[in-house]
């Protein structure tokens, strides 16, 4: 890009625009397909030790499990995109199921408001995270922890720790119901991984949003909206969280402020697995996915094979710090 490209700002960001179309079709695609194909290799070899594992019936139950995991990594992966972090995340699926439950009390009739004011309320602390590191300049890793402490302190003040319960069976309902012989969230997978997509890859607003993460200097001098599209990313982690919630207290038929703690780690490492850098300005949701995929497959692996917990975040951990060697290499390759 020539000075005389920076001094026309619509020149330069169509430069922008058609730099990251070709990244994508190159090298982001590699890390992605690579994570399927070790999710594929995963499920063999766990046939071949074991032939009752990988029939229809338990890939279905690995996909439906993966729901929580494929929606909160999306808002996860957007604020690591711009090189930041939501370590609030799993606060507010407990929040987000919390509510849900609450305003429901086992009945269908209050779920007309209840699932939209409870997305507004997750929506609403995203917000704060995202008005906390776009306006008030806090590093994220403080603004979303802290946002995470409080609000747990909050729902935890009002609930006082106690489970909440029944869900609306409507929401049971949907989690455990099929179509046609497959459960109605894989087809709520296929339709959020569509939307997720368009939107990080293929829309204006999310090649900004690599513009940012790659070089924020660079999109100050372009002019790019960066504090709007900082706190509309944020926002966007906490009704995914809040999405996550309402649809993990469906499957659990209940819901606890702490539920949500189990999936913010894993948040992270899909995204990484699949191929963004922490510091920003990488990745695609398809290697979001398919790192989401690969972690609640070795999950059920594991349960499959009754190792403790422990042994699970031996092996979760071992394999993000794979994942970042992994990266590194990559990028020593390129800079030769």
Same mark, same amino acid.
């Given at each position: 890009?020539?000075?005389?490209?920076?001094?026309?700002?619509?020149?330069?960001?169509?430069?922008?625009?058609?730099?990251?179309?070709?990244?994508?079709?190159?090298?982001?695609?590699?890390?992605?397909?690579?994570?399927?194909?070790?999710?594929?290799?995963?499920?063999?070899?766990?046939?071949?030790?074991?032939?009752?594992?990988?029939?229809?019936?338990?890939?279905?139950?690995?996909?439906?499990?993966?729901?929580?995991?494929?929606?909160?990594?999306?808002?996860?992966?957007?604020?690591?995109?711009?090189? =930041? %972090?939501? /370590?609030?995340? #799993?606060?507010?699926?407990? @929040?987000? &199921?919390?509510?849900?439950?609450?305003? +429901?009390?086992? $009945?269908?009739?209050?779920?007309?408001?209840?699932?939209?004011?409870?997305?507004?309320?997750?929506? =609403? %602390?995203? /917000?704060?995270? #995202?008005?906390?590191?776009? @306006?008030? &300049?806090?590093?994220?890793?403080?603004? +979303?922890?802290? $946002?995470?402490?409080?609000?747990?302190?909050?729902?935890?003040?009002?609930?006082?720790?106690?489970?909440?319960?029944?869900?609306?069976?409507?929401?049971?309902?949907?989690?455990?119901?099929?179509?046609?012989?497959?459960?109605?969230?894989?087809?709520?997978?296929?339709?959020?991984?569509?939307?997720?997509?368009?939107?990080?890859?293929?829309?204006?607003?999310?090649?900004?949003?690599?513009?940012?993460?790659?070089?924020?200097?660079?999109?100050?001098?372009?002019?790019?909206?960066?504090?709007?599209?900082?706190?509309?990313?944020?926002?966007?982690?906490?009704?995914?969280?809040?999405?996550?919630?309402?649809?993990?207290?469906?499957?659990?038929?209940?819901?606890?402020?702490?539920?949500?703690?189990?999936?913010?780690?894993?948040?992270?490492?899909?995204?990484?697995?699949?191929?963004?850098?922490?510091?920003?300005?990488?990745?695609?949701?398809?290697?979001?996915?398919?790192?989401?995929?690969?972690?609640?497959?070795?999950?059920?692996?594991?349960?499959?094979?009754?190792?403790?917990?422990?042994?699970?975040?031996?092996?979760?951990?071992?394999?993000?710090?794979?994942?970042?060697?992994?990266?590194?290499?990559?990028?020593?390759?390129?800079?030769?």
């Amino acid at each position: 890009m020539t000075d005389k490209d920076l001094a026309n700002p619509s020149q330069a960001t169509e430069f922008g625009l058609r730099s990251s179309r070709r990244q994508w079709i190159g090298s982001e695609i590699v890390p992605a397909l690579t994570v399927f194909a070790a999710t594929a290799l995963l499920v063999v070899g766990m046939k071949i030790a074991n032939p009752s594992f990988g029939s229809f019936e338990q890939i279905t139950a690995i996909l439906v499990t993966a729901i929580f995991l494929v929606v909160a990594s999306f808002g996860q992966g957007l604020v690591i995109l711009l090189g =930041g %972090i939501d /370590l609030s995340l #799993g606060v507010i699926i407990g @929040i987000g &199921g919390m509510m849900i439950a609450e305003w +429901t009390h086992g $009945s269908n009739d209050a779920l007309l408001y209840a699932i939209p004011l409870t997305l507004l309320c997750c929506l =609403g %602390i995203g /917000l704060i995270n #995202g008005l906390g590191v776009a @306006i008030a &300049g806090i590093p994220p890793f403080i603004v +979303t922890l802290a $946002s995470g402490i409080t609000f747990y302190g909050v729902g935890l003040g009002f609930t006082a720790g106690n489970s909440q319960q029944p869900v609306a069976p409507a929401v049971q309902h949907f989690m455990s119901s099929r179509w046609l012989g497959i459960p109605y969230p894989v087809y709520f997978i296929v339709a959020f991984v569509v939307i997720a997509w368009l939107f990080q890859n293929r829309s204006a607003e999310g090649r900004k949003l690599y513009a940012i993460g790659s070089s924020p200097g660079a999109a100050r001098i372009l002019g790019l909206p960066m504090a709007p599209l900082t706190i509309a990313v944020y926002a966007i982690s906490g009704l995914c969280a809040g999405i996550t919630g309402i649809l993990l207290a469906g499957y659990s038929s209940s819901a606890t402020l702490d539920m949500g703690n189990a999936l913010l780690m894993p948040s992270i490492a899909a995204v990484v697995i699949g191929g963004a850098r922490v510091t920003g300005g990488s990745g695609i949701y398809l290697g979001t996915l398919a790192g989401a995929l690969f972690l609640s497959t070795l999950s059920t692996v594991i349960t499959t094979l009754s190792l403790s917990q422990g042994f699970r975040d031996l092996v979760q951990g071992g394999v993000i710090i794979i994942a970042l060697l992994l990266q590194r290499g990559r990028l020593n390759l390129r800079s030769r």
